[in-house]
């Protein structure tokens, strides 16, 4: 693949960042570390993409990604040296497991999930796939008598709604009872702004349908750390020298309808809620 130095990186799992090798966008760089200054964290995935086709690989753990030669994506499970390598540590990266009176260095193992995608097909994937990869679902076990065991006969259950799912661009990424009987939602669109023509779109979330069982008497939205109300927030303008006001402005869902309680989502948009039942 002809990928012109330039590979895209994760954000903390949300925006995927263009990263072009030996290049910052905001100053002149002088590269001395071609292999270290070009490596940046991954904590969701990355790509390549060509003039055809998008390559892209999630992971299941945090790692370091580049790619230090077109047409690869190089990632880093784990990084060992035997010596220091003089760059301020004072010591070398040597972990090892040690075991009846053997030691042997320390084994990382990760999944890859790598898919090959036609141009602009590649989002969805990442997004939807990526979603269950990096926010999987978490099992849990208790010991139960047998014979109540077999007498509670429902072998499934939903709080919501049969007939209702949520968009494919839009997670719960938080859903706790908290000790006051509140419940904290939070609500996130998974896509970012022209990342793909049919999902970074304005994403509707019915919350009387992912509730369906329950009676919504009160919703109250929050900052993103849910200790203020939004409606107490004041938003600072600020003035950056050198600065040019482009004009855009960023897709926001608007405010929320106490009847009709729909909450809408503009791309990479977070929302967070107080519910009382």
Request: net charge neutral.
């Amino acid at each position: 693949m002809v990928t012109n130095s330039t590979f895209y990186t994760d954000s903390n799992g949300r925006d995927f960042l263009k990263r072009v090798r030996n290049h910052r966008e905001d100053w002149n760089l002088e590269m001395t570390e071609p292999v270290a200054g070009n490596y940046y964290p991954v904590n969701l995935g990355a790509y390549v993409a060509d003039g055809k086709y998008e390559v892209s690989v999630l992971v299941d753990r945090a790692v370091g990604a580049s790619s230090i030669r077109d047409g690869e994506l190089e990632i880093m499970l784990h990084r060992r040296t035997l010596r220091d390598d003089g760059k301020g540590v004072e010591e070398p990266l040597g972990e090892v497991v040690c075991l009846d009176g053997s030691c042997k260095g320390l084994t990382a193992r990760g999944t890859y999930y790598v898919k090959v995608d036609k141009l602009g097909h590649g989002p969805h994937w990442r997004r939807t796939y990526g979603q269950q990869v990096y926010s999987p679902y978490l099992l849990a076990f208790s010991h139960e008598d047998e014979t109540n065991w077999k007498s509670y006969n429902v072998a499934r259950a939903s709080m919501m709604d049969a007939n209702y799912s949520l968009p494919d661009n839009v997670a719960i990424i938080t859903l706790q009872n908290l000790d006051d009987g509140t419940t904290l939602l939070r609500l996130a669109h998974l896509f970012q702004a022209a990342e793909d023509p049919r999902f970074s779109v304005i994403a509707k979330v019915e919350l009387r349908k992912v509730f369906g069982k329950r009676n919504i008497k009160e919703l109250t939205e929050t900052n993103l750390s849910a200790n203020q109300k939004k409606s107490d927030m004041k938003k600072l303008n600020w003035k950056v020298v050198g600065d040019t006001d482009s004009g855009l402005t960023p897709l926001k869902g608007g405010p929320v309808d106490s009847q009709a309680l729909v909450v809408e989502l503009g791309p990479m948009e977070i929302r967070t809620f107080l519910l009382n039942f």
